[in-house]
């Protein structure tokens, strides 16, 4: 029996090992591949992540309602401190890890099709491999040290993949700023890890998690990891750079704008609610619901299909955190994990429309905004499987019954209702906001779906186009996402979100009120309706919304403007007084050089050559007794007694 459990400890490590390294070793190979052979990436980066994929099925059903598996290696020391890394894999690392890995293989599978042809297809995927492992090192890693690092790997990888097409500036413009804005939250992630090790002298999750006591840092310390999530799931007010980061492949979009990077924030929140102060949840509340009300607004008017989801995934990634606030992490998961599922398939769904628009487009010499909204309709009759995949995860996000993010959203609710106090208070307007929020989304998903698929066809048909639906091998991650849209993926009852996954997620006591799903239920029917009169119109003008209440316009005024105000200003001051001050002195050193020179010439060259001349004069005059004439001789010799006589005469 020992050995039989040695060798399934030995396979279960095997499969972990693989499911990790696996997009690595992708990522190398894709780099290691010649331009010239690059189209052999499309098959090997695909298979490795299809690997990954099933090893993490597996190790998920192992792992999930067990104890945790953990291990530990050293790292490296700090004076006498020993700092370790490992692995810490839980029912909620269980849970990332499969939604990772099975929506990465898709992803990758997806490209396959919709990548065909582009001239830096190796980069592309080795990219999307070395963003794969750098989620998974988040999702594993047993120390908040280990999961910055990887936190940083995701930031710069994502930053790769928005700026793929280097020929776009929108590309290069959207990745730089995504960058930025991540940084930013970084800052604040490092500024916490100061703060967690001077007072507790570890970055152990499993350690840190076993301290009940609350302390006053931590409230600090817990704003900082939120300052990093901020910027990494797109919270407000760090939320304008993922619309602009839809400028990257649609694939990539559909990969970490809406089922893993953005996500990451909400996992970290999930993996560290244990240092959260009552203070600390409520800021985290306000800044969530405050984010999804005003994405929710902004996708009501926008045009563009990727942006409309984009706005949608910053809202849906509010309620999340939200959720997580008002102390109920099990249901943010949840909802991590249905909208995982079908935001991955919307953005898929309008992967298919811009590549099969495009595609006729290039057939019909035709040109015009395929990813605007207003210029498509009727296309259920040209792409009915995306036509019944939109719908499907539509549904989905909209929270329609016998979908999963019915299910998901009623979880939300339940915990906010829960939450609020029992006399009236702020805590009842987060309640109200986020029955505010699911009521927009229908309304938005509603529109979208309208004017791309129903009614008459505008531009497509002016233009003549040849609309097909695009190969299998994109259509076949589409339909599989879809499928996992309905409620069968978290529970058996249409309507009961404790089912097997939420149970798993949640340990404590949790309260159901069956009055709130039919209450969710018929405020879902009213948004339909509200929908139905008023969206069906092409263009819905609001310029405040539109522009996302103008957050960039205040952050140009706020910081941009006044920063490079300054920035001009130091240039100035650089140029006015500091180069002056070093040209000056350069002046000074070169006027003081010419005057050593001249001293060094005149004075002490002057000296020595003058000794030099009088030493040649006294030796001249010298010499000239030692002529070798006798007459001479006697000469001096006279002369010298003559002096003498006189001298002792007087």
């Known amino acids: 029996m020992a050995d039989a459990s040695s060798s399934y400890a030995s396979f279960f490590e095997t499969c972990l090992l693989l499911a990790v390294l696996l997009p690595l070793i992708s990522f190398f190979v894709s780099g290691a591949i010649s331009e010239r052979y690059s189209w052999i990436v499309s098959f090997t980066a695909p298979l ?6 099933i090893c993490s099925i597996y190790i998920f059903f192992t792992v999930w309602q067990n104890h ?15 700092l370790s ?3 810490y894999l839980n029912n909620i ?33 080795g990219m999307l491999g070395l963003f794969t492992f750098a989620m998974l090192g988040i999702v594993l890693a047993n120390s908040l040290l280990l999961v910055f690092v990887f936190w940083e790997l995701v930031g710069f990888s994502s930053y790769m993949l928005i700026g793929h097409w280097k020929e776009k500036p929108e590309a290069s413009a959207a990745a730089k700023k995504a960058f930025i804005f991540n940084r930013i939250g970084d800052a604040g992630f490092l500024i916490g ?7 507790t002298g570890t970055f152990d999750l499993v350690l840190l998690a076993t301290k009940s006591e609350m302390f006053s840092w931590q409230t600090t310390a817990s704003l900082c990891f939120f300052c990093g999530v901020m910027g990494k799931s797109a919270q407000f007010p760090l939320l304008t750079w993922l619309p602009d980061a839809m400028e990257g492949p649609t694939p990539v979009s559909a990969l970490i704008h809406a089922a893993t990077m953005v996500a990451a924030g909400v996992f970290l929140l999930a993996r560290i609610d244990f240092l959260f102060t009552p203070q600390a949840s409520d800021v985290i509340t306000v800044i969530g619901i405050t984010t999804a009300l005003i994405a929710a607004l902004s996708a009501l008017v926008q045009a563009d299909i990727k942006k409309i989801l984009a706005y949608s995934t910053i809202s849906q990634l509010g309620l999340m955190i939200t959720a997580i606030g008002a102390g109920s992490t099990a249901a943010a998961m949840l909802h991590l994990f249905t909208h995982a599922f079908f935001k991955a398939c919307l953005f898929l769904c309008a992967g298919n429309i811009i590549h099969a628009l495009h595609q006729a487009q290039q057939q019909a010499h035709a040109h015009f905004n395929v990813q605007d909204i207003r210029n498509l309709g009727g296309l259920r009759k040209k792409l009915p499987l995306t036509f019944i995949a939109f719908v499907l995860s539509g549904s989905a996000l909209s929270g329609i019954p016998l979908f999963s993010g019915f299910i998901s959203k009623d979880a939300i609710l339940t915990a906010l209702v829960q939450w609020k106090d029992a006399e009236f208070s702020w805590r009842w307007l987060v309640l109200v906001a986020a029955f505010l929020v699911s009521f927009i989304t229908v309304v938005y998903t509603f529109r979208m779906a309208w004017l791309i698929f129903m009614g008459e066809e505008r531009a497509t048909t002016t233009a003549s186009l040849t609309i097909t639906e695009p190969p299998a091998v994109m259509r076949i991650p589409v339909a599989v996402l879809a499928i996992c849209s309905i409620w069968l993926v978290v529970s058996f009852n249409p309507i009961e979100f404790q089912g097997w996954l939420f149970n798993g997620l949640h340990t404590g006591k949790y309260f159901h009120f069956g009055f709130l799903s039919i209450a969710s239920a018929l405020w879902i029917i009213l948004a339909l309706l509200v929908a139905w009169f008023v969206c069906r119109q092409r263009s819905m003008e609001s310029p405040l919304l539109l522009h996302a209440f103008y957050l960039d316009t205040i952050y140009s005024y ?3 403007k006044p920063v490079l105000k300054m920035a001009d200003l130091a240039e100035y001051f650089d140029r006015k007084w500091i180069d002056g001050l070093i040209h000056a002195s350069a002046y000074a050193q070169v006027t003081v050089a010419h005057f050593i020179g001249w001293f060094d010439r005149a004075v002490v060259d002057g000296a020595v050559n003058g000794v030099a001349a009088l030493s040649r004069s006294v030796g001249n005059f ?6 070798g004439r006798i007459q001479a001789y006697i000469l001096w010799a006279v002369l010298a007694i003559i002096i003498f006589l006189i001298w002792t005469l007087f």
Do not use: E, K, P
């Open 48 to 53: 490795f992540l299809l690997i990954s994929a």
């Open 68 to 82: 945790a598996y953990t291990a530990q290696w050293n790292w490296f020391s700090v004076g006498g401190t020993i």
């Open 85 to 87: 890394a490992g692995i």
């Open 93 to 125: 690392a269980a849970l990332m890890l499969l939604v990772v890995t099975f929506i990465s293989f898709l992803v990758h599978l997806y490209s396959t099709g919709y990548m065909a042809g582009d001239g830096s297809i190796a980069r592309y995927f």
């Open 193 to 199: 890890l100061m703060l967690l090790w001077t007072n």
């Open 558 to 560: 706020v910081i941009g």
């Open 622 to 627: 010298t010499r000239s007794f030692q002529g």
